[in-house]
């Protein structure tokens, strides 16, 4: 099983239990959207991960001339964490995720990049509109509310793109499986 296939099915399985949410309890996904951007807990948490994220490519990436100072950025990794889990805490959560949307392309487009089927295409256009709402998440977080009050404006909507969501996902599983 290639390391395409690996992510895929990841992504996958990820993904398919929050469409799950939308297709079978609608309301619970309209709460949870709804609480989502406040939320401290769901913050700290996703903002741990992303950091934590950030300080295994640090160790992973080569940095020439600067290699001097990898030392000191482990260090400050875990003060910086903290420091913006406290002072930044308005809205941490949807900029805390999309930290983590562009931090999840980097090893998507590695497995992609020599990939022979031509359905690697479809995970790099992925990765890169996750890099896209995960800029737009962290310069303006509020886009988060506003598009999930768009998407479960009404119940039936919500299972709409949550069956979207799904196929997608289901996609994502077949193609980890059959063709990548």
Not at 7 to 22: D, K, S
Not at 49 to 69: D, S
Not at 150 to 162: D, P
């Amino acid at each position: 099983m290639s390391v395409l296939a690996k992510y895929a099915i990841l992504m996958g399985a990820i993904l398919a239990p929050l469409y799950g949410v939308m297709i079978l309890a609608p309301h619970l996904a309209m709460l949870g959207l709804k609480r989502f951007p406040r939320s401290r807990i769901m913050g700290a948490v996703l903002s741990v991960i992303g950091f934590a994220w950030a300080g295994w490519l640090l160790h992973q990436t080569p940095m020439g001339r600067f290699e001097q100072y990898r030392a000191i950025l482990y260090a400050l990794l875990p003060v910086i964490c903290i420091l913006v889990n406290i002072l930044n805490s308005e809205l941490l959560a949807p900029r805390a995720l999309g930290g983590i949307m562009m931090l999840v392309p980097a090893p998507l487009l590695a497995a992609a990049r020599w990939h022979p089927s031509p359905w690697r295409y479809l995970v790099i256009v992925m990765a890169y509109i996750l890099v896209l709402k995960g800029v737009a998440l962290i310069l303006s977080p509020y886009v988060f509310r506003r598009s999930g009050e768009r998407i479960v404006k009404t119940e039936s909507l919500c299972r709409a793109w949550g069956g979207f969501g799904m196929a997608m996902a289901i996609l994502l599983i077949v193609l980890g499986i059959t063709i990548y």
